[in-house]
């Protein structure tokens, strides 16, 4: 990397020029307004019925250490994270695993498998709530024709809980898939070849060649998966409104609703700037094993 | 090796699509603001039915006046927030907005609406409201403060839309006297009402009028989404229990976990187990299809709900089967209790278009245009006593004449909600407990005890109790 | 064979020798790839019967006659085709518009901003590169309610709530940080030597930029403008705060049509959802590789 592009001359000066609009127009657009949120953490201020944010002395930050419903949805936020991120891993791996044995159709299987994460949020929250619905889904109907139990999907907090996981489970699936079938079609064929002769199973193969092959990958997807679970928002909005009762009230929905229902613009502001804080820790560990991963696989 | 120059091709078709896209795109931005010497007023509301029908009505009557009415459609709940939002950050677009009674308080509050009053300056234009031709019964959830804030459009009277069959029918009788020991009648108190709900139940396989049903059959209907439609639906009870809608208006001092409230709460929780399952995620609209597919004994629903629904052929199964009635009650002291909901049309606080705006809205909300928006939609309960007593009316929208003087015939005890600036919120925490309580998440008494404490702390922000 | 010929060629020549090397025997062959084809047959079946169900359901609820919809035995009907003419005739058109101009400008403005600065960041070392890109990179974490507020009052004071611009806008600072890291993942499959012995050689700035980075980058800039499109597509909570009544967005519009609650609201529900995927589809039938390389480079999406 030693070579300066001395030879530029001035070009050098235009080029780095070419840099600035992007980092400018980020600079207004998106960063200047979370500072603005942090400034406005620090403040009481209902947007409808407040003149104008006040200083009100760190009072957010105690209340939120006082917040219940907070606290739950924190772990409920938590909860859901972990779950899905552990469904979407096994459903992932497998059917990466199956696109790596080269299926005929191979690329256009997976074009149709990645659909789910390319379309609007909003529709698949509305696709599986209908499909849970007691009126017009057809789970709740397979499993009466099956004499399955009689669920009422939406309306208890468990079985509302689950048919998130399944939603997010189908939307984001193929994101894992994609990434770590992009790491095991770099694994050397030879490798396979040279275990198949030795005699090794097919439990063998994916323990000993696969698996050390491709675990940073894993860990790099389970934990992209991980941080965006946790702030999921859009298919509670549309699936269950954070319901019932407060059992889907993750944390994204909380602020939402501190902000737009309840007005208390002060009091969300630092919520997140907690959250903010929370998730640059863990964005911080995230980057470093991305890099690593990237620098081994190279790709 | 074919792959990189066919992306290079589609790459330039992108290209000169997205140009193409740009001319044709802009263009309609130059035409749109050139309007041919119309005004055009918008409008903020849901896409009900019934404002389909205004704003169609609106703009055949507005054409000789030189006005026409563009809708924007959003939903419910969230018509409210964004004319909040909106009005706090002075966005000048919008001249009309839906209201709903129980946003009055919070958007006369935040300065988003103007009321009507101060539009009513001068004989004409006071003659032009015709104030004394509103029904009070129905109209006084959207006055506040001695004002009018929105033009009335529709009446929401909760009531019972009953199976006339099922109540008649000899076996039914005979086998509910045997059960309960006493006739089968329409429920006239909510014990009652609980046992023809228990009674009205059955599963798949069980006879229902000495046939066999094919599919479960429920005994009471009703929606409870959350977002209000499962509040609109409780708070009769509530009231019908003894209860403070939310809180004491004269002290201030929140009720939610008061005895009468709890004992209400109790109450719906229990009459759940007799609820179509799945009513959680059901709007009105959804409730009453379940009705209109002959599986439900009774609905309780905002009278134009049932009524857009269940006598309409082409929706409903059970056509001629269905009568309406005032509401149960607990307290003799309040018959048919229920809380007056009414919707209506406000003007937007910052309209560039004040007096075009009020001009409109009488023309097209006086006694002979809600008789023309009725064409449009007949379910519409009108709240103006000129278009319920008119002969047409009476005649050619029987189901609605009807059901509307057995409402106003049975004096119901009538309570309106409080005039709160929060009450949206407030309604929000109560409805989150509930939904919490009838998912068995929480006990009804931690749910409501839950919920007392957030109202507390929601008064206690805003300075009403220390 | 053919159906292996219309997909990529790149595995091509790599599956051709893996047969190869596999036929140690005629007869081990064929048995092994019977259990192979059977193989390959149960995992497709399983990945089309986990992925397709909710795109069905919606495109059978959508043409499902009004009457029957929540009659789940009749899965065989005479389709109708009101909602979509509904569709045409409630002037929702317009909002769909208004998504197709706004994300494709937006588009193009983000993969031109950040095509340029993630070249500059690629191609040159200068003192505060870590620090700016890092920068670019870091709105990436903030959950998008975070900055909705401030943004809102901005807009105002620039007098531009309710326009087309403020979408445009905001759509293309959205979509910076993803554009910058998938461009300059591509970026780094181009030689640094190449650009810095043109420079060399006395190539000016923008030859060097044109003549040789642009054309390599190419299938880079496409992946970065389609995802970045279908993310301005998918755009729901700014759009609903930000806009009012002249430029709503197709996204915004599928929550209202749906709303109206006299209405049975799952068949229009599905329509909008039919609707709103379309695009998306067609996206992924023909530029699959450029998706697939994007997504893979943008796993940090935006």
């Given at each position: 990397m030693g070579m300066k592009w001395a030879a530029l001359g001035s070009g050098r000066f235009y080029f780095w020029i070419m840099a600035m609009p992007a980092v400018l127009y980020v600079a207004a657009w998106r960063l200047a307004p979370a500072v603005y949120t942090l400034w406005l953490g620090l403040h009481q201020y209902n947007i409808v019925y407040d003149a104008a944010p006040r200083w009100n002395h760190l009072a957010?930050?105690?209340?939120?250490?006082?917040?219940?419903?907070?606290?739950?949805?924190?772990?409920?936020?938590?909860?859901?994270?972990?779950?899905?991120?552990?469904?979407?891993?096994?459903?992932?791996?497998?059917?990466?695993?199956?696109?790596?044995?080269?299926?005929?159709?191979?690329n256009l299987l997976l074009g149709v498998f990645l659909m789910p994460m390319i379309m609007a949020p909003v529709v698949v929250g509305t696709a599986w709530g209908t499909l849970f619905d007691r009126t017009v889904g057809y789970i709740p109907y397979v499993l009466r024709l099956l004499h399955g139990p009689q669920l009422q999907w939406m309306a208890t907090p468990g079985t509302a809980m689950f048919a998130l996981l399944v939603a997010d489970a189908w939307e984001w699936a193929p994101l894992v898939t994609l990434l770590l079938f992009a790491s095991l079609q770099a694994i050397p064929r030879e490798h396979f070849e040279a275990a198949r002769v030795d005699g090794a199973s097919g439990w063998q193969l994916f323990r000993r060649i696969i698996l050390p092959q491709i675990t940073g990958m894993v860990l790099v997807a389970a934990g992209l998966r991980l941080m965006d679970a946790f702030l999921e928002l859009d298919k509670v909005f549309v699936m269950t409104g954070g319901g019932p009762g407060s059992s889907t009230q993750f944390v994204s929905m909380f602020i939402y609703k501190q902000a737009f229902q309840f007005y208390e613009l002060g009091y969300a502001s630092a919520v997140i700037t907690v959250l903010l804080a929370v998730l640059a820790v863990a964005y911080w560990f995230y980057l470093r094993s991305y890099y690593r991963t990237l620098e081994a696989a190279n790709l | 090796m074919l792959q990189p120059r066919s992306d290079r091709h589609r790459a330039a078709a992108g290209v000169v699509t997205a140009l193409l896209l740009l001319l044709v795109g802009l263009s309609p931005l130059s035409q749109s603001s050139h309007a041919q010497g119309m005004t055009t007023l918008t409008f903020l509301g849901p896409d009900f039915d019934e404002w389909v029908a205004f704003v169609k009505v609106a703009n055949q009557i507005g054409k000789p006046m030189g006005i026409?009415?563009?809708?924007?459609?959003?939903?419910?709940?969230?018509?409210?927030?964004?004319?909040?939002?909106?009005?706090?950050?002075?966005?000048?677009?919008?001249?009309?907005?839906?209201?709903?009674?129980?946003?009055?308080?919070?958007?006369?509050?935040?300065?988003?609406?103007?009321?009507?009053?101060?539009?009513?300056?001068?004989?004409?234009?006071?003659?032009?409201?015709?104030?004394?031709?509103?029904?009070?019964?129905?109209?006084?959830?959207?006055?506040?403060?001695?004002?009018?804030?929105?033009?009335?459009?529709?009446?929401?009277?909760?009531?019972?839309?009953?199976r006339t069959d099922l109540f008649a029918n000899p076996i039914e009788k005979k086998a509910f006297q045997a059960k309960y020991g006493y006739p089968l009648a329409l429920p006239q108190t909510y014990k009652q009402l609980m046992d023809v709900a228990q009674f009205f139940t059955r599963k798949a396989?069980?006879?229902?009028?000495?046939?066999?049903?094919?599919?479960?059959?429920?005994?009471?209907?009703?929606?409870?989404?959350?977002?209000?439609?499962?509040?609109?639906?409780?708070?009769?009870?509530?009231?019908?229990?003894?209860?403070?809608?939310?809180?004491?208006?004269?002290?201030?001092?929140?009720?939610?976990n008061s005895p009468q409230g709890i004992a209400a709460a109790k109450y719906y929780v229990a009459l759940h187990k007799y609820m179509e399952p799945g009513s959680e995620s059901l709007t009105g609209g959804g409730a009453e299809r379940i009705m209109a597919s002959g599986r439900g004994a009774i609905a309780m629903d905002a009278l134009d709900n049932m009524l857009s629904v269940l006598p309409v052929a082409k929706l409903s199964k059970v056509v001629g089967k269905i009568n309406y009635a005032l509401l149960p009650t607990q307290l003799a002291s309040r018959p048919h209790a229920n809380v007056g909901d009414a919707n209506g049309l406000a003007i937007y606080a910052l309209t560039q278009h004040r007096d075009a705006a009020f001009k409109l809205a009488t023309a097209v909300l006086n006694t002979q245009g809600t008789k023309q928006v009725m064409k449009e939609y007949p379910a519409l309960v009108p709240m103006r006593a000129s278009v319920i007593h008119d002969p047409e009316v009476r005649t050619n929208y029987a189901p609605v004449f009807n059901a509307m003087s057995t409402f106003?015939?049975?004096?119901?005890?009538?309570?309106?909600?409080?005039?709160?600036?929060?009450?949206?919120?407030?309604?929000?925490?109560?409805?989150?407990?509930?939904?919490?309580?009838?998912?068995?998440?929480?006990?009804?008494?931690?749910?409501?005890?839950?919920?007392?404490?957030?109202?507390?702390?929601?008064?206690?922000?805003?300075?009403?109790?220390? | 064979m053919d159906v292996r010929s219309l997909v990529s060629g790149e595995t091509e020549g790599d599956a051709g020798a893996r047969a190869l090397r596999a036929s140690t025997g005629a007869r081990r062959r064929s048995a092994l790839a019977v259990r192979r084809a059977r193989w390959h047959l149960a995992g497709i079946v399983a990945l089309l019967a986990w992925?397709?169900?909710?795109?069905?359901?919606?495109?059978?609820?959508?043409?499902?006659?009004?009457?029957?919809?929540?009659?789940?035995?009749?899965?065989?009907?005479?389709?109708?085709?009101?909602?979509?003419?509904?569709?045409?005739?409630?002037?929702?058109?317009?909002?769909?518009?208004?998504?197709?101009?706004?994300?494709?400008?937006?588009?193009?403005?983000?993969?031109?901003?950040?095509?340029?600065?993630?070249?500059?960041?690629?191609f040159l070392d200068f003192k505060a590169k870590t620090v700016l890109f890092l920068l670019i990179l870091l709105p990436?974490?903030?959950?998008?309610?975070?900055?909705?507020?401030?943004?809102?009052?901005?807009l105002k004071a620039l007098g531009l709530i309710d326009t087309k611009t403020a979408l445009v806008i905001l759509f293309i600072g959205f979509e910076i940080p993803l554009a910058t890291w998938i461009l300059h993942t591509f970026f780094a499959d181009v030689p640094r030597e190449l650009a810095e012995s043109a420079a060399l050689d006395g190539a000016s700035l923008p030859a060097i930029v044109t003549k040789i980075l642009l054309p390599l980058a190419g299938p880079g800039l496409l992946a970065a403008f389609i995802l970045s499109f279908i993310f301005n597509w998918n755009e729901f909570l700014f759009p609903l705060?930000?806009?009012?009544?002249?430029?709503?967005?197709?996204?915004?519009?599928?929550?209202?049509?749906?709303?109206g609650y006299k209405k049975l609201q799952w068949g229009a529900l599905a329509t909008l959802g039919v609707i709103m995927t379309i695009p998306v589809?067609?996206?992924?039938?023909?530029?699959?590789?450029?998706?697939?390389?994007?997504?893979?480079?943008?796993?940090?999406?935006?």
């Open positions: 957010n930050f105690l209340q939120i250490l006082r917040d219940g419903a907070l606290r739950q949805s924190l772990g409920l936020s938590a909860q859901f994270a972990v779950i899905a991120m552990t469904a979407e891993v096994l459903i992932g791996l497998a059917a990466a695993l199956f696109l790596d044995t080269d299926p005929p159709g191979r | 026409q009415v563009k809708p924007d459609y959003l939903p419910w709940d969230d018509v409210f927030q964004k004319a909040l939002i909106d009005s706090k950050s002075g966005v000048r677009t919008w001249d009309y907005v839906y209201v709903y009674n129980t946003w009055v308080p919070g958007l006369s509050a935040a300065k988003a609406i103007l009321p009507i009053n101060d539009f009513m300056t001068s004989p004409a234009a006071t003659s032009a409201v015709q104030p004394n031709d509103f029904i009070t019964l129905t109209t006084a959830g959207l006055e506040l403060n001695g004002k009018l804030w929105a033009m009335p459009m529709l009446a929401a009277p909760y009531m019972m839309a009953y396989g069980e006879k229902l009028m000495g046939k066999t049903l094919d599919q479960d059959f429920y005994g009471v209907v009703l929606a409870n989404k959350s977002g209000g439609f499962l509040f609109h639906r409780y708070e009769h009870i509530l009231v019908a229990y003894g209860a403070n809608l939310i809180y004491d208006p004269k002290t201030m001092q929140p009720t939610v106003l015939n049975g004096k119901p005890y009538t309570v309106f909600i409080p005039p709160l600036k929060e009450w949206v919120q407030a309604q929000d925490i109560y409805e989150q407990a509930m939904s919490a309580a009838m998912s068995g998440q929480q006990s009804v008494e931690d749910a409501l005890n839950g919920a007392q404490a957030k109202v507390v702390a929601l008064f206690k922000r805003q300075g009403y109790i220390k | 992925t397709l169900p909710p795109f069905l359901y919606l495109v059978m609820l959508s043409i499902k006659p009004e009457r029957i919809l929540i009659d789940r035995s009749a899965l065989f009907f005479v389709p109708t085709f009101e909602r979509y003419r509904d569709f045409v005739a409630s002037g929702l058109a317009a909002p769909i518009w208004t998504s197709l101009v706004t994300s494709t400008l937006g588009g193009l403005g983000t993969v031109v901003l950040a095509g340029l600065a993630a070249m500059t960041f690629r990436r974490m903030f959950p998008p309610v975070t900055t909705l507020i401030p943004i809102q009052l901005t705060i930000v806009t009012s009544f002249n430029a709503r967005t197709g996204s915004v519009a599928i929550m209202s049509f749906t709303a589809v067609l996206f992924v039938l023909a530029f699959r590789q450029s998706l697939v390389r994007g997504f893979t480079a943008g796993a940090l999406k935006g």
